[in-house]
């Protein structure tokens, strides 16, 4: 006999269709499965053999038969175990294919029949909603991350038993309920900017950077405050939407993060790698491509510490998607494109020792030039705001003068995200850090005095055509916080000041 279940295989962060076709026939006890699936895909047969029989069902001793269709397309991933054990004990007649033609499956299956959670559940619920399937049968522990997608019933499994009893209508299983509307916090409550003690000109490039999207690179002693500077960006940034909290989930739902407990991802993401990370593992990689840590920062930070310390490739690969906003990762197997719109914020010592300051340095001008040197002049363009930043003075560790709190700084950055809002209406722009070159001509007008200003500091400077545009974003942004519609001198001014500092000093 011939049955049909269907399925469904991820290519980068979205899902496609698979139907798994079993065919059962006379002849010698074989299992075959075929239509371009990978080794883990192959291994199934013995995990779904003996789940079928440990679970109390007969195993056919016959010819099996399992097409993977489309076959041109690559298959991966334990998630097929499932769709196979149902298949086979429908094509002998123990599923009734009533239900399960309106329904989609997934899962791993361990030996004693149980199913097991899998990655990437979240795009399959998306493909499910897209294509109209009513029915998506998962592992329980990943039911509430599917849940989040209305208008899919989503039907938690625990075995091999609890779905074949679903199916024929014996004990039907409750879908789950969408989860309550999820509290998206703008960050985390145990940091605050309160608790930061000077540095008040790296508070305001800060202040600038969450309010128009704008990449960050702190320069300065250890100590300085450089690193709790960059946690406490989080708790100035504006909260998820939902349909952003979907986006970044679908994301860490493929990268198989998303927990049984946490159906969505609540809060802007903070990536922090070690600066031994790789390539692939920064930007995505793999025989079979998967999400790096540039991708699981998106619509959040990601936090390069030492950055001088990251290897030149790894932070070369950054060049694009600080452009783009995307990953496109080609392998053999395949090439996917993975979203990656986040804030850079790097952070580095003036030398390789971490001197205190430069007075105080043993390191010579040359040293200094030359480990600041491993930051390339096209990676630097891309960073809007460059702080420099001084040892904190005992005067300033010992006040007990209240500091301006994240929340307070937070409703200035909102005001100025509206403003963005209302701009970039209908174009798909949401920050202005994002504009085109010819929406920064349109929108980022100058008068002349300012235009004056912004001649003499790409002559003195001798900033790029890329570099010029982006100090225009940053005086936008500037100009959003003060809630002025035009762009003036004073604005432009601000901007410069963020704009190359002499790191040979």
């Known amino acids: ?153 989503v039907i938690p499994v625990r075995s091999i038993h609890d779905t074949v009893e679903h199916l024929n209508g014996e004990r039907p299983l409750r879908a789950v309920e969408a989860p309550m509307p999820v509290s998206l916090e703008p960050g985390s409550e145990d940091t605050d900017f309160a608790e930061v003690r000077g540095q008040a000109h790296a508070k305001r490039a800060l202040e600038i950077a969450a309010a128009g999207g704008h990449n960050v690179l702190m320069l300065g002693p250890p100590g300085a405050g450089k690193t709790m500077l960059a946690q406490r960006l989080a708790t100035i940034l504006p909260p998820l939407s939902l349909d952003e909290a979907i986006e970044v ?102 030398c390789r020792r971490g001197c205190r300051s430069v007075e105080t340095c043993g390191c010579t001008p040359a040293e200094r030039e030359r480990y600041l040197g491993r930051l390339s002049e096209p990676l630097l363009e891309r960073i809007d705001l460059h702080v420099e930043l001084t040892a904190v003075s005992y005067a300033e560790l010992d006040t007990d003068a209240p500091a301006e709190s994240s929340a307070a700084i937070l409703r200035r950055v909102l005001a100025a995200r509206a403003r963005q809002t209302a701009r970039f209406a209908g174009t798909g722009v949401r920050v202005n850090a994002r504009m085109s070159g010819r929406q920064a001509r349109h929108f980022c007008r100058v008068p002349p005095d300012a235009s004056r200003l912004l001649g003499r500091a790409v002559s003195q400077l001798g900033l790029s055509a890329r570099a010029y545009h982006r100090l225009l974003k940053v005086a936008r942004t500037v100009a959003d916080l003060a809630d002025r519609d035009a762009i003036a001198a004073e604005h432009v001014a601000e901007a410069i000041q963020y704009r190359d500092p002499d790191r040979s000093a």
């Open 1 to 153: 006999m011939l049955a049909r279940v269907r399925s469904a295989v991820l290519q980068g962060i979205e899902a496609a269709t698979v139907f798994v076709e079993v065919d059962v026939a006379s002849g010698l006890p074989s299992f075959t499965t075929v239509g371009l699936p990978d080794s883990s895909v192959r291994e199934s047969r013995d995990r779904v053999r003996a789940a079928i029989h440990n679970a109390g069902f007969e195993f056919p001793a016959e010819r099996i038969t399992v097409n993977l269709a489309p076959a041109d397309l690559r298959k991966d991933g334990t998630a097929f175990d499932l769709p196979m054990a149902v298949g086979i004990l429908a094509a002998t007649g123990l599923v009734k294919p009533d239900l399960l033609e309106r329904a989609a499956l997934l899962g791993e299956l361990s030996l004693d029949g149980r199913v097991r959670p899998v990655r990437g559940v979240l795009p399959v619920a998306l493909l499910c909603r897209r294509e109209g399937i009513p029915h998506l049968m998962v592992p329980g522990d990943n039911a509430r991350e599917a849940a989040v997608v209305a208008g899919v019933d």
């Open 249 to 350: 989930s679908v994301v860490w739902s493929v990268a198989g993060l998303l927990t049984a407990e946490r159906g969505l991802v609540a809060r802007r993401p903070f990536r922090a790698p070690h600066h031994t990370v790789s390539e692939s593992g920064l930007v995505g990689g793999g025989s079979i491509p998967h999400p790096g840590e540039a991708s699981l920062a998106h619509l959040g930070v990601l936090f390069l510490d030492e950055l001088p310390e990251f290897s030149q490739r790894a932070l070369e690969s950054l060049r694009q998607p600080l452009e783009d906003g995307v990953i496109t990762v080609t392998r053999a197997a395949g090439s996917a494109a993975f979203p990656a719109r986040f804030q850079l914020v790097g952070a580095a010592n003036p």
